[in-house]
């Protein structure tokens, strides 16, 4: 079965601070995925990548950064944390020539 | 550009009720559709898919069958347990869009003994 890891469950940070979530998955996969879910707006893309160092911006790019140095490792950085970024967000992976995702179980993040 | 919408949760059923989850979309062509499901706690996990029009797909009890000429695919399950309380996702990939996926804004079950 594929796995897909995240380093917390939760975190609680403040206001101004340098924020990293990691996800690695165990497949091998080409493409991963960061996410937010807040309610009723269902989950929306932050981040992309397609290959190592290599990523695309999704619907809601604006506060964040990625970094993808290994194949199997997608990191999401928060350069400051504001309020309006507590959320629960989500990694996933998928391999090539398939539209299935995998998730991670989520890192539900608090920004005080 | 591609849309999903579903009805507004929460929806609160007794165990052994029917169930039904609107989903309609908006696509160009002819994208796959898909039912995702989080258990509390945990991340999202692939329920059913279905990739082309009357194409029904099942898993757990759960079923939904792609109708093109109204853009929807409900799920439905015919007996509800206090095991299926959960979030529930549909989701599209439209064609030619990249395998990205598309997602509505989900529904929450919540089944009582």
């Known amino acids: 079965d594929v796995k897909v890891t995240q380093s917390s469950r939760y975190l609680v940070k403040r206001t101004g601070e340098k924020v990293f979530l990691e996800c690695v998955q165990d497949m091998d996969h080409e493409n991963m995925f960061w996410y937010r879910q807040d309610p009723g707006l269902g989950l929306r893309l932050i981040y992309f990548?397609?290959?190592?160092?290599?990523?695309e911006k999704g619907d809601i790019p604006e506060g964040y950064s990625v970094s993808r140095e290994k194949k199997e490792r997608f990191s999401l950085i928060l350069e400051s944390a504001s309020t309006n970024q507590t959320s629960m967000y989500l990694c996933a992976s998928r391999g090539q020539g398939t539209p299935q995702q995998f998730f991670g179980p989520g890192t539900r993040l608090t920004v005080l | 550009g591609n849309s999903v919408t579903q009805m507004e949760g929460p929806v609160t059923l007794s165990e052994e009720a029917f169930l039904t989850i609107n989903c309609t979309y908006t696509?160009?062509?002819?994208?796959?559709l898909f039912w995702y499901v989080q258990y509390p706690g945990e991340g999202l996990q692939l329920l059913l898919k279905a990739t082309k029009a009357d194409d029904k797909g099942s898993n757990k009890g759960f079923e939904a069958t792609y109708r093109k000429e109204t853009t929807s695919f409900h799920l439905e399950k015919g007996s509800v347990q206090v095991s299926d309380s959960a979030v529930y996702f549909c989701a599209l990939v439209g064609y030619n869009a990249g395998n990205m996926l598309t997602f509505g804004g989900g529904t929450r079950l919540m089944v009582k003994p």
């Open positions: 990548s397609y290959d190592v160092k290599m990523k």
């Open positions: 696509a160009t062509g002819y994208p796959s």
